[in-house]
């Protein structure tokens, strides 16, 4: 199936930010809104689960759980598979895993089986197709990155605003069976967004230069790693990972509770579910705006910090919001909460993108969702024991709150003391080698010195020494220049 030298952007070839960029921006759009909105759109089911398998809150928060995390943790898999395959083939595969989950878990006759069919089989499919989206709206867009990951990434509210009524209205006329299996085929529409992926081509030139290549030359280029974990050499990579991996314990808790949180200060059902409305419709506009403000020229070098403050008006939402008593309380939470919740949906994945650069994306993604992964798997279930203990929704969400809000601090504090010491390390690098390069230069005679008195010394020499600094590997080397001259003049 061709592989990684389809798929890859090859050399030479410039994203285009546009062409057929935006068809690719439409199916990550659809993709995105599934992938992140389902979890969510299945906690509508949840109170007619709990009496249908007798069950309490944990076990069934446990099914949003096992969603994210094989969303999250498949992301080593999704990578192998990505530079083997290439995207298209394994988001369409991936169509066919998410509609088949949905529609066997409709014929569950446990708890346990809606777990492996809705939890593992459609988040299995929905992670084949996320992270493969992702990648190739990173490899057609680059100047418009941030606008396009914004308006991606509002695929999610829009999908929630359409899913969460419509799961209410699928259960109340077909039960949670008949709303599982139409469900499943919508998701068969994952496989129409993976035939958009459309591999990006080499210009016609740098095709034909690559063809003019000997085969004994190209058998010589190193293959492609299906799996880079020189990432975590980067210091960068290292604090966003730890700081995401805090983030999720409690990001994606108040959506999954909130809708239960109504039910029980005794509102209707419909009325619960309009919760996720509102805050999806809010989350709606504030991606892409989000994205559109990251993409201006004084905020996109700084973008990390902008994402430390979406994230700390997140957690601090959390806190606020979790002295609600009332339905209009709610409906304030939920939009402030979709305001914070979009700008952190907008900025994650170009703050990744930003750190680790298109090359190492594919990999990098990957690895953070791995990691992140073990954070899902306990954020809302661990929530969903502290409500079955307590009984009480506030303690659920100060705890989310308080969770967020340390993640923005890792990572403010974390990237301005490595930015500052890596800067440092760098001065102090670079001069230590330009000191040697003038220390050796003196050694070399006034006859080498009186031979590049009338010329202007290049750029980046000193002393006929040039000093190269490698800022990603922090390395100095120091390359001499002309020790093999011809002495020709005399004295």
């Known amino acids: 199936m061709g592989g990684a030298v389809v798929d890859d952007a090859p050399p030479g070839v410039k994203a285009p930010d546009g062409g057929w960029g935006w068809a690719v921006l439409a199916g990550g759009f659809v993709i995105t809104g599934f992938s992140y909105a389902f979890p969510k759109a299945v906690s509508v089911f949840f109170k007619e689960l709990i009496l249908e398998f007798d069950v309490g809150y944990s076990d ?5 759980s096992i969603l994210l995390a094989m969303l999250y943790g498949s992301g080593p898999l999704c990578s192998v598979l990505v530079n083997r395959f290439g995207c298209r083939p394994v988001m ?12 066997l878990a409709s014929f569950a006759t446990s708890i346990i089986h809606i777990y492996l069919c809705t939890g593992v089989i459609t988040g299995l499919g929905l992670a084949l197709n996320f992270q493969p989206s992702l990648i190739m709206l990173n490899r057609y867009f680059s100047e418009k990155r941030p606008l396009a990951n914004g308006l991606a990434a509002a695929g999610s509210p829009v999908a929630l605003c359409c899913l969460s009524p419509l799961g209410q209205v699928l259960q109340y006329h077909y039960g949670w069976r008949g709303g599982f299996l139409i469900l499943g085929g919508l998701l068969l529409n994952c496989c129409a967004c993976g035939a958009l992926m459309r591999p990006l081509l080499p210009p016609k030139k740098a095709k034909n230069l690559e063809e003019s290549i000997p085969t004994e030359e190209k058998k010589i280029q190193p293959k492609k790693k299906l799996l880079d974990f020189s990432v975590f050499k980067d210091r960068g990579f290292i604090i966003y990972t730890l700081a995401a991996s805090i983030m999720v314990l409690g990001l994606f808790v108040p959506p999954v509770f909130v809708v239960s949180y109504a039910k029980s200060l005794g509102y209707e059902d419909t009325q619960s579910a309009l919760l996720l409305t509102i805050l999806g419709f809010v989350d709606m506009f504030a991606r892409p705006i989000c994205g559109l403000i990251a993409g201006t020229k004084w905020v996109r070098p700084r973008t990390v910090y902008v994402l430390s403050f979406a994230m700390i008006f997140n957690g601090c939402t959390d806190l606020i919001g979790s002295q609600a008593k009332d339905y ?6 939920c939009i402030f909460f979709g305001m914070s919740y979009g700008m952190v949906g907008a900025l994650q994945f170009e ?3 930003a750190v680790v650069g298109t090359e190492k994306f594919s990999s990098a993604i990957g690895l953070v969702l791995l990691v992140e992964a073990i954070a899902v798997l306990v954020g809302p279930p661990g929530a969903g024991r502290l409500l079955d203990y307590t009984n009480v929704y506030m303690y659920v969400f100060l705890l989310a709150g308080c969770e967020v809000t340390l993640s923005a601090i890792v990572l403010a504090l974390g990237n301005f003391f490595c930015i500052k010491i890596k800067h440092g390390e760098t001065e102090a690098k670079l001069e230590m080698a330009v000191n040697a390069a003038e220390k050796e230069g003196l050694n070399r005679g006034v006859e080498e010195e009186e031979d590049h008195d009338g010329e202007e010394e290049p750029k980046g020499k000193v002393n006929g020494k040039v000093c190269a600094l490698k800022a990603g590997e922090e390395e100095i080397t120091v390359m001499e220049t002309g020790e093999k001259e011809e002495e020709n003049t005399s004295i």
């Open 60 to 64: 069934t928060a446990l099914i949003s």
């Open 92 to 103: 369409m595969v991936g169509g066919l895993f998410a509609s088949l989950g949905m529609i």
């Open 328 to 333: 209009g309380g709610l409906v304030i939470f």
């Open 351 to 353: 703050v990744l993108m």
